[in-house]
């Protein structure tokens, strides 16, 4: 399998998704009643959640990539 970066955003979208997914198929099959008006919110705030996490960890990686440590002065294997 090759390997491939992971996305933390798609990891959050995916799991609310399935939440909501399996929370209106139990209501299908009658272990439960979920009112119609459930996944709207759901839905909104993991993607909103969904959003935030991926934009961190594009933020994160931006930073690591170029390799900043501090932006008040030199790193500590520079001379001054």
Avoid at 1 to 27: I, N, S, W
Avoid at 30 to 42: C, Q, Y
């Amino acid at each position: 399998m090759l390997r491939h970066e992971f996305q933390p955003g798609k990891l959050v979208a995916g799991t609310v998704l399935t939440l909501a997914g399996v929370l209106y198929a139990g209501d299908a099959g009658g272990a439960w009643e979920t009112p119609w008006f459930v996944a709207i919110p759901l839905v909104a705030g993991g993607l909103c959640l969904a959003g935030a996490v991926a934009l961190v960890t594009g933020l994160v990686r931006r930073r690591r990539r170029t390799g900043r440590t501090t932006t008040d002065g030199p790193g500590p294997d520079v001379a001054v």
